[in-house]
């Protein structure tokens, strides 16, 4: 059963404070990592797609990486509107299509 | 280019009510995935539709619960005899292609609320 786990659950940083959330997955052969910001209310906003090892992205403050067992989105000198849950997803197996997700990353950026 | 719609946002029915939440995908878009997020929990794969065809059902309860995409208008998620537990947050995504991965998009999400 493929398996995705955020950690931390919850982070507080100062406005500037660069970090990091991790995402860790057992699955069946990767077709695809997802990255999403979704803010209260709303729904899953798309980031990025990861393909394979060593693949890195990059939008704004924002840059996703890619290892054979996990993911990682850096967030540099971010900023108060940057606070969202950051949610991972994979899709894995051959003629897969469903994504499986984790229960995200809450990050709160304190002004 | 509208997103993926979803409506209503907010839905309450009392126990025993039935509860339609429809979805209209992105322009160009002939995927529908719907996905249920309970409260402290992560968001679950329930239903993959094409065009008047089911393709994927899995994740679906196998009672109360059932999904269309007719060829016209658009998915439909309808839940029967809805019980307190059904409260949740559905959203819908879709996606120009179905497999290989495809970026899947969301809607807003309906609010159930059963009261």
């Known amino acids: ?111 | 280019n509208a997103g993926v719609m979803q409506n209503p946002r907010h839905l309450v029915r009392r126990r025993g009510q039935e509860a339609r939440l429809r979805c209209s995908p992105m322009k160009g878009h002939s995927h529908v995935y719907w996905y249920r997020q309970l409260p402290e929990e992560g968001l679950k794969f329930m239903v993959y539709l094409q065009k008047e065809n089911i393709i994927d059902e899995s994740g679906m309860p196998k009672e109360r619960f059932s999904a269309e995409f007719p060829k016209e208008g658009p998915s439909i998620l309808r839940i029967q005899q809805v019980v307190r537990g059904d409260s949740a947050a559905y959203f819908c995504a879709s996606s120009v292609t179905g497999t290989g991965g495809g970026e899947q998009y969301f809607g807003p999400g309906t609010r159930l609320t059963v009261t």
């Open chain 1, 1 to 111: 059963e493929d398996q995705v786990t955020q950690s931390p659950e919850a982070l507080r940083l100062q406005e500037g404070e660069s970090s990091s959330l991790n995402c860790s997955y057992t699955v069946s052969g990767l077709r695809g990592l997802f990255w999403y910001r979704q803010d209260p209310g709303k729904g899953p906003e798309f980031l990025f797609t990861l393909y394979s090892a060593g693949e890195e992205k990059e939008k704004e403050r924002l840059k996703a990486t890619l290892t054979k067992k996990e993911s990682f989105l850096h967030i540099t000198a971010p900023k108060p509107e940057d606070s969202a849950t950051y949610l991972c997803a994979v899709q894995a197996g051959a003629g897969s299509y469903q994504l499986t997700f984790g229960k995200g990353t809450k990050l709160s950026v304190i002004p």
